[in-house]
């Protein structure tokens, strides 16, 4: 069986006036986070780490921030985009295990709704999405609560 791994990292910064998506489901925040899209900080990471994997270049390079059509995009359309770009190459997910690291909100018990929405889009079992939480102690931007980080792996193997 041929079998690939995959890293994924992404970072947002919090900004007022947006609303907070994680994971693709909107989480109750006084805050959100800035970037092009709706700045889902988990899905960008595991996009990156599907793509890494099957060697198809990364996020930046498929859905590009300087191109108008992603502006504010529902990051759940870029991961099932980037699930088909995966499934014309010949692979299949297998599982993902992805790590928010956060001072606040508190990410766990939005975990499993995070898995189930994932796993909709991606069409496989919530059972495969791994999703854990974490803070950095106080520390770096994370800890001053200036944003929000996500690390994914995944692993991926030929049909």
Known sequence: MNIRVGFGY???VFAENRDLWLGGIKIEH?????GHSD???LIHALCD??????????????????????????????????LILLREKGYE????????????PKINPHIPNMQECLAGVMQVDADSISIKATTSEKMGFVGR???MAAYATVLIYKK
């Open 49 to 82: 780490a599907i793509l890494g994997a099957a060697n198809l270049r990364d996020i930046g390079f498929h859905f590009p921030d300087t191109a108008g059509e992603y502006k504010n995009i529902d990051s759940k359309i870029l991961l099932k985009d980037t």
């Open 10 to 12: 992404d970072v947002h």
């Open 93 to 104: 997910f297998g599982n993902a295990d992805c790590t928010v690291c956060a001072e606040s």
């Open 30 to 34: 006084t805050v959100g986070l800035l």
């Open 145 to 147: 609560s200036e944003g």
């Open 39 to 41: 700045a889902d900080v």
